[in-house]
């Protein structure tokens, strides 16, 4: 049995087993706060105030992918490419294929009927919105994830055919530029069908290019926490200031509420930082244990599955309310028809933080 201690944790959170934990915790809390974030934060703040989970959560994600991109992946790019299919869209369809087929017996009982089990939803609409079989709605991000993965290799490879060197900072304003595109053309309405694939990606290129960069210049991350937080937490009030709250989005369905370009990239990049920070200070900590490790190798199960973890959880609230005493007030035609229904004992929302522990565990 291999034992890492803490003292094995370098700075930056790196073990002398090439390990970077501080990005295991920043994937571990990701990824908790997409699960929260579907079911109403899980009935507690974690800084929801100045950093709402949709401002950054799914750029979070998009950033540490960036993060590790590497460079080497561009003397294959073929390889490369098979690699991503094989680990992100092949598992994507398995798992499509398996909620098709739940969904198909579960309907015979009265569940969402209208969820339609075909040929379509089992094949294109993954690629087009990925909320087909409502149970897996979440697993929509893996199509842009792919896409980001394949735009940026192809761009850096034909700079490299071209013999010509990328200056990253220049590579990330083009993606800016793009991500620019993709909110307008939100605003002006094309945000449906094959336009809603073209906004996310371009809304997520970004994130990508700017996690490149922080991997080249990690180094420089040294700067004292308290300033650090200062900054990020005087500019969010800034921003709260001016707007009322903290802008938020949903990048699922590429609505961006604003005709503001800029503004759903420098909130994101405000949440990113601060949670960055908060992972690196809580790495000594917790960075190499079991439950954090275990949340970070399989964030991509969990996106998937976590829905139907609710669904599970608010089964077991049906069977009490059907054989007990207990959760009379079970709402029974939505708990059949609306996945965003959530029993709460009593109306009290820090139940749903059952929600979010099913959701994970499942």
Same mark, same amino acid.
């Given at each position: 049995?291999?034992?890492?201690?803490?003292?094995?944790?370098?700075?930056?959170?790196?073990?002398?087993?090439?390990?970077?934990?501080?990005?295991?915790?920043?994937?571990?809390?990701?990824?908790?706060?997409?699960?929260?974030?579907?079911?109403?934060?899980?009935?507690?703040?974690?800084?929801?105030?100045?950093?709402?989970?949709?401002?950054?959560?799914?750029?979070?994600?998009?950033?540490?992918?960036?993060?590790?991109?590497?460079?080497?992946?561009?003397?294959?790019?073929?390889?490369? &490419?098979? *690699?991503? +299919?094989?680990? =992100?869209?092949?598992?994507?369809?398995?798992?499509? %294929? #398996?909620?098709?087929?739940? /969904?198909?017996?579960?309907?015979?009982?009265?569940?969402?009927?209208?969820?339609?089990?075909?040929?379509?939803?089992?094949?294109?609409?993954?690629?087009?919105?990925?909320?087909?079989?409502?149970?897996?709605?979440?697993?929509?991000?893996?199509?842009?994830?792919?896409?980001?993965?394949?735009?940026?290799?192809? &761009?850096? *490879?034909? +700079?490299?055919? =071209?013999?010509?060197?990328?200056?990253?900072?220049? %590579? #990330?304003?083009?993606?800016? /530029?793009?991500?620019?595109?993709?909110?307008?053309?939100?605003?002006?309405?094309?945000?449906?069908?094959?336009?809603?694939?073209?906004?996310?990606?371009?809304?997520?290129?970004?994130?990508?290019?700017?996690?490149?960069?922080?991997?080249?210049?990690?180094?420089?991350?040294?700067?004292?926490?308290?300033?650090?937080?200062?900054?990020?937490?005087?500019?969010?009030?800034?921003?709260?200031?001016?707007?009322?709250?903290?802008?938020?989005?949903?990048?699922?369905?590429?609505?961006?509420?604003?005709?503001?370009?800029?503004?759903?990239?420098?909130?994101?990049?405000?949440?990113?930082?601060?949670?960055?920070?908060?992972?690196?200070?809580?790495?000594?900590?917790?960075?190499?244990?079991?439950?954090?490790?275990?949340?970070?190798?399989?964030?991509?199960?969990?996106?998937?599955?976590?829905?139907?973890?609710?669904?599970?959880?608010?089964?077991?609230?049906?069977?009490?309310?059907?054989?007990?005493?207990?959760?009379?007030?079970?709402?029974?035609?939505?708990?059949?028809?609306?996945?965003?229904?959530?029993?709460?004992?009593?109306?009290?929302?820090?139940?749903?933080?059952?929600?979010?522990?099913?959701?994970?565990?499942?």
């Amino acid at each position: 049995m291999c034992i890492i201690t803490h003292e094995m944790v370098k700075q930056c959170g790196k073990s002398t087993y090439n390990v970077n934990y501080t990005f295991k915790v920043l994937y571990a809390l990701g990824i908790m706060f997409i699960v929260m974030g579907h079911c109403n934060n899980g009935g507690f703040s974690v800084l929801n105030e100045f950093f709402p989970f949709y401002t950054f959560h799914l750029g979070l994600f998009v950033f540490a992918s960036g993060y590790f991109y590497n460079q080497e992946n561009e003397l294959n790019v073929k390889q490369f &490419i098979i *690699k991503k +299919f094989k680990k =992100l869209i092949i598992p994507l369809y398995l798992w499509n %294929f #398996f909620y098709g087929f739940v /969904l198909h017996i579960i309907k015979i009982y009265g569940f969402f009927p209208e969820v339609h089990v075909n040929l379509e939803n089992l094949l294109l609409t993954p690629i087009i919105h990925g909320h087909q079989f409502v149970l897996n709605l979440a697993g929509w991000f893996v199509v842009p994830l792919f896409m980001i993965h394949i735009i940026n290799i192809l &761009i850096r *490879k034909s +700079f490299r055919i =071209l013999n010509v060197e990328i200056n990253e900072f220049f %590579f #990330f304003g083009i993606m800016l /530029l793009m991500g620019f595109a993709g909110v307008t053309l939100s605003a002006h309405g094309y945000n449906k069908a094959w336009y809603l694939v073209l906004d996310r990606v371009l809304y997520f290129l970004p994130f990508y290019a700017l996690g490149i960069i922080y991997k080249k210049y990690e180094k420089y991350d040294k700067i004292d926490n308290i300033k650090y937080f200062s900054v990020i937490l005087l500019l969010s009030l800034i921003i709260i200031y001016k707007y009322g709250s903290m802008p938020s989005v949903i990048p699922s369905w590429a609505k961006f509420y604003t005709s503001n370009v800029i503004k759903p990239f420098y909130t994101c990049m405000l949440g990113i930082a601060f949670w960055l920070r908060i992972s690196k200070i809580l790495t000594p900590a917790i960075g190499n244990s079991r439950t954090i490790n275990l949340l970070a190798n399989n964030t991509y199960t969990i996106m998937i599955n976590h829905l139907a973890g609710f669904m599970i959880l608010k089964t077991v609230f049906a069977i009490l309310s059907k054989y007990t005493k207990y959760c009379s007030n079970f709402d029974l035609v939505s708990y059949k028809t609306n996945i965003w229904y959530f029993y709460l004992p009593h109306n009290l929302s820090q139940f749903l933080v059952l929600y979010v522990i099913t959701g994970i565990i499942f």
